[in-house]
């Protein structure tokens, strides 16, 4: 009797648990049928051409591929050392009683909608981008990173604005996984006669597979992002290394057009481009968790082995 | 310079960066804090929760119908995402070792990471298109499936901390696994679970991108289910991106009323989270 109860109460929560999964696979099935169209009239050349025009009902995006991995590469190089030095400085050089209120505003960071960042780069950091750039020498403005017209709209607002909304996620990971370094491993460094950095540097050696699995998280949150970037990066789909010039992105181009987008095919070629930010997310957000995973799989052994690792030493 | 001399003041100026990093990633923080409040401040008053919006060019007026629309589409969202994310997440902690509860897990981790425009072709799909016809509804399918995920993961890291000798304890007085888990396990974690769809709420209330082709916008009052609707965070978007210096003010204000919740629910989390880690020791 009780195991059958128990049975019936396993596959009871168990259909509501496979909702999850079916939503899931039902987001995979969705996008991939109503891209179809734009699937078979363009193929791989959907992906190799820039030319977006829906009155022609030609849709290449390149550009926005391109945006999106160049301001999301800019936000991961401005963002990686900030986390990383936030994830040592709290979990290894902090005061203690600091480290508590420090986690809740780095964590307060990520919880800021995305709407209030867009909102506050409009009006704030686009004036101050702009002025930096009215500042910057013309001998520097003749590099391509740096041409471009004074607006203020464009990529460097927007890996700046992405670079913030992705520290608090690779931060708080990172020291998750630093937690995970065996206390034994720095005690035998400053044994030794190391100093901090050279105690941390050990430390974060140990953990570097975690490490990288939470920059390639922040990663994934920065391909994603919508409203912060679409509202400061001018949206327009230039192919250029300039930071200063307006870009476009996959997700910002599919949150201004959507509704506008008249006939199947335009509609087809937006969902597309959903389809690939969604299967991009996909591998960047299942290879960091593999690599935290493996991260937390090591550690066990490891502690296991030291005693016998520092016998056989001796 | 000594060799030693070297490798303190390299250890000083690794320390110093970090400090410094921390101060880096603060000053956006304050800043944003800073020109939501101040801006956002002078905006705040009774109409902007009382009054509709006034026509362009008008000045006044409030976002009543804004309001209203984001307490419907978050109120619709966490009905559905609260029963199955916990539910789900009572799965995945009692059945932790089965394959299943595995792939749940990885389901409820990869749709946490789906870009919330992602959710929002998919909502769509499923609740747009077959009805040819934006609705609040759409809007709340959307807002329920970002939240799902994060109530499953709270809920099950939050009895998997609940500890065994309370389950055993059940079963050894003869309770169901069925009763065992929603007499003793869930009441014994409940605080944090609560914690955890406070924070949920605060996220999806933030949401916009998923609305934009879902509920859309409506310029009017409504809070027919089967017809668009409005939101504070669209309704943002709209005044930002206008030409007028009224609707900037009032989306500033609305800023200030959003970003006061996700404060308020932080603080509570952190507060809840903080004795539960005391009662644990």
Wanted: glycine share 10%.
């Amino acid at each position: 009797m009780g195991d059958r109860g128990d049975l019936g109460f396993r596959l009871a929560i168990g259909a509501v648990a496979l909702l999850v999964v079916a939503v899931v696979v039902g987001i995979g099935v969705l996008l991939v049928r109503q891209s179809w169209l734009s699937i078979q009239e363009f193929g791989v050349r959907f992906w190799l051409t820039r030319t977006w025009d829906p009155v022609a009902g030609e849709f290449g995006a390149l550009a926005f591929v391109w945006g999106t991995l160049y301001s999301s590469i800019l936000a991961l190089l401005i963002a990686t050392p900030i986390a990383l030095g936030i994830a040592v400085f709290i979990s290894e050089l902090s005061p203690v009683v600091l480290r508590g209120p420090l986690t809740f505003l780095t964590e307060l960071l990520a919880a800021i909608p995305s709407i209030v960042y867009g909102l506050w780069g409009i009006f704030v950091l686009i004036p101050l981008v702009r002025s930096l750039q009215a500042a910057t020498p013309e001998s520097i403005k003749a590099l391509p990173f740096f041409s471009g017209p004074p607006f203020g709209v464009g990529m460097l607002s927007a890996g700046l604005i992405l670079a913030v909304m992705v520290i608090p996620f690779t931060s708080s990971v990172a020291r998750e996984v630093l937690k995970t370094v065996p206390v034994a491993q720095r005690e035998a460094a400053y044994a030794l006669g190391a100093t901090r950095f050279e105690a941390i540097r050990a430390a974060m050696f140990f953990a570097r597979t975690g490490i990288v699995g939470a920059v390639m998280l922040g990663f994934g949150r920065a391909l994603g992002e919508t409203m912060a970037v679409t509202m400061v990066i001018g949206n327009r789909p230039n192919i250029t290394l300039s930071l200063f010039e307006q870009q476009h992105t996959m997700a910002a181009v599919i949150a201004n057009e959507f509704t506008e987008a008249t006939g199947d095919l335009y509609l087809h070629a937006l969902i597309e481009i959903g389809l690939v930010l969604f299967v991009i997310t996909l591998i960047v957000n299942a290879g960091s968790r593999v690599l935290i995973w493996a991260m937390g799989r090591t550690r066990t052994p490891q502690l296991a082995a030291a005693p016998a690792a520092a016998g056989a030493a001796a | 310079m000594t060799y030693g001399m070297r490798r303190r003041i390299v250890s000083a100026m690794f320390v110093g960066a970090c400090a410094l990093s921390v101060l880096i990633a603060l000053v956006p923080l304050a800043m944003i804090l800073f020109f939501v409040v101040r801006e956002g401040i002078q905006s705040l008053n009774v109409a902007l929760f009382t009054q509709m919006p006034r026509p362009v060019g008008e000045t006044g007026g409030g976002m009543l119908n804004a309001f209203v629309g984001t307490l419907i589409l978050t109120a619709l969202g966490a009905s559905a995402a609260v029963p199955i994310g916990i539910v789900s997440g009572i799965f995945m902690s009692e059945y932790k070792g089965s394959r299943f509860a595995v792939a749940v897990r990885f389901a409820a981790d990869t749709l946490n990471g789906v870009p919330s425009i992602v959710v929002g072709i998919f909502a769509y799909g499923i609740a747009v298109l077959p009805f040819r016809q934006f609705s609040a509804l759409a809007g709340g399918v959307a807002l329920g499936i970002m939240m799902i995920p994060i109530v499953a993961r709270t809920t099950e890291e939050l009895l998997l901390l609940v500890p065994g000798a309370l389950r055993e304890g059940a079963l050894a007085l003869g309770a169901t696994r069925a009763r065992a888990v929603f007499t003793v396990i869930v009441p014994a974690a409940l605080p944090g679970i609560v914690t955890g769809i406070l924070l949920a709420l605060a996220r999806i209330a933030g949401e916009t991108a998923p609305l934009l082709f879902t509920s859309f916008n409506n310029q009017f009052f409504s809070t027919n289910l089967r017809q668009p609707i409005s939101s504070a965070t669209v309704q943002i978007y709209t005044y930002a991106t206008s030409p007028y210096v009224d609707q900037h003010r009032q989306a500033w204000a609305a800023a200030l009323v959003l970003v006061a919740f996700v404060f308020v629910c932080s603080l509570a989390a952190r507060f809840v989270t903080a004795r539960v880690q005391r009662l644990r020791g």
